[in-house]
């Protein structure tokens, strides 16, 4: 139910954020993997409580996460502007190797 109603519903949202970046449809398999890739590493913060165990520097701070949230929005943007549509396909763009 709740994958039905809030996650699936995000993540089409997602998709279709990525899709307008890099100038493909939001069901394109590239798509859908960088969507998959930049919802990855959000789910890393889940583990908020081992987070300083795992990474110096990294304590539970409203601060640090901000810092850890821009990082991850500078990282996806730079990585799926990588696989901008260049006539290339995905696979040449080293999408599936």
């Known amino acids: ?4 109603q809030v996650l699936k519903p995000r993540m089409a949202y ?4 990525i899709g307008e970046l890099v100038g493909r449809r939001a069901d394109d398999p590239c798509v859908v993997m960088c969507a998959l890739s930049v919802q990855a590493q959000f789910q890393g913060l889940l583990w908020h409580r ?3 165990t795992l990474a110096m520097g990294a304590e539970n701070a409203p601060e640090t996460l901000d810092a850890i949230a821009e990082h991850i929005t500078h990282c996806s943007l730079g990585g ?3 696989f901008q549509k260049s006539g290339q396909s995905p696979a040449k763009a080293g999408h599936d190797r």
């Open 80 to 82: 799926v502007r990588g």
């Open 1 to 4: 139910m709740v994958a039905e």
């Open 14 to 17: 997602l998709c279709g954020i």
């Open 50 to 52: 081992i987070m300083p």
